[in-house]
């Protein structure tokens, strides 16, 4: 079925360094893809999304790469901050059918 | 746009108690989706709206789960009689997808800050 995985739940980084959080799909039919950030006692909020026939996209600081070949996505913060701390989903789509489905989210914490 | 607004943020309720979820999306959006949250499970879709018609609720849990969505500017989420393992954060998003299943735009979902619900 469908299905959307992450390969580490907690993720400590240094404050300055780079951030990299991934996520494996399972449904070779998703299109669509975003990234969410959500901080403590709050719904989460669109980070950045990526279309299946795109391999990278680049926010501000964030990048977004997608490998369909294995389906993996990862989410890459530049120059991490203490207020990028927060739990990060991934999610996936098959457009057609508006079915969003998340990942089980991995906790990023910032090391001063 | 005050966002999507749900109401109430925290229910403490009995076993075998009826509880209702509501939620206001942001005006305009035509989509409406239901949400649980668990440490053990995850963020969980139970169900979505288009145009305030039912379209997948193949993700709600068992027959005491009800939804509706009888105007564009109003859902619930009922569960009768209510269970200690329905205790969770119920979340309610809506997005304009408009533009998005035509190629254009995000099909990013707007989520409100969640109702907590604890079924003792």
């Known amino acids: 079925g469908e299905s959307v995985g992450l390969h580490l739940p907690t993720l400590s980084v240094q404050e300055g360094d780079n951030s990299i959080i991934n996520c494996a799909y399972s449904?070779?039919?998703?299109?669509?893809f975003i990234w969410y950030k959500q901080e403590s006692g709050k719904g989460p909020q669109f980070i950045i999304d990526i279309r299946s026939n795109m391999d990278k996209r680049q926010g501000q600081r964030v990048t977004v790469l997608l490998n369909k070949t294995v389906k993996h996505l990862s989410l890459q913060i530049a120059a991490t901050q203490p207020g990028d701390s927060a739990v990060y989903f991934c999610a996936e789509e098959y457009s057609s059918a508006s079915k969003i489905i998340f990942g089980s989210g991995t906790r990023l914490s910032i090391r001063p | 746009d005050a966002g999507v607004i749900q109401s109430p943020r925290h229910e403490v309720t009995e076993m075998g108690q009826e509880v209702t979820l509501r939620c206001k999306p942001i005006?305009?959006?035509?989509?409406l989706f239901w949400y649980r949250q668990t440490m053990m499970r995850g963020l969980e879709l139970l169900i979505y709206f288009n145009n305030n018609v039912p379209i997948d609720d193949s993700g709600m849990p068992e027959d005491r789960f009800s939804a509706k969505m009888p105007n564009a500017s109003f859902s619930t989420l009922k569960i009768q009689p209510s269970e200690p393992r329905d205790s969770a954060v119920y979340f309610c998003?809506?997005?304009?997808?408009?533009?998005?299943?035509?190629?254009?735009?995000?099909?990013?979902?707007?989520f409100g800050e969640g109702s907590r619900l604890t079924v003792l």
């Open positions: 998003a809506s997005s304009s997808r408009t533009g998005f299943l035509g190629g254009r735009g995000t099909g990013e979902l707007f």
């Open positions: 449904n070779s039919a998703s299109d669509y």
């Open positions: 005006s305009g959006h035509d989509y």
